[in-house]
């Protein structure tokens, strides 16, 4: 089985706080980093936050302070709590794992999105 699967997203006011979750298949999440992207309208889709498999964190300046990215190794799943939402944060997030590959290069899966919605 190898899948991505992100939940927890919805409707929100500014200054709210959803909290993501993507449950991943045993395969693809041990060892890796785990990551989430998002797509808002009109715009590219960018890396938000990242985690290695021993817990180091990288995040977008846009949400460094609001947002943080945790893991549940024993669950195989990881986590993006958004605080002090902003109308800015809207889009779809995507769970996202690139698996390295003996050649050199990497194979990406994702999860279908869960969409966020940020509005009064």
């Known amino acids: 089985q190898v899948q991505l699967v992100e939940s927890g997203g919805g409707l929100v006011q500014p200054g709210g706080s959803l909290r993501l979750s993507c449950a991943a298949s045993?395969?693809?999440?041990?060892?890796?980093?785990m990551n989430w992207y998002r797509q808002g309208p009109g715009k590219p889709r960018e890396l938000v936050a990242g985690i290695t498999s021993g817990g180091n964190t990288n995040y977008v300046d846009s949400v460094k302070g609001r947002f943080t990215i945790s893991r549940d190794n024993a669950k195989n799943t990881v986590y993006l709590q958004m605080n002090s939402l902003l109308p800015e944060d809207t889009g779809l997030y995507y769970c996202?794992?690139?698996?390295?590959?003996?050649?050199?290069?990497?194979?990406?899966?994702w999860g279908q999105g869960t969409q966020v919605t940020v509005s009064s």
């Open positions: 996202n794992v690139n698996l390295p590959v003996p050649a050199g290069g990497h194979l990406p899966f």
């Open positions: 045993r395969t693809i999440f041990h060892g890796n980093t």
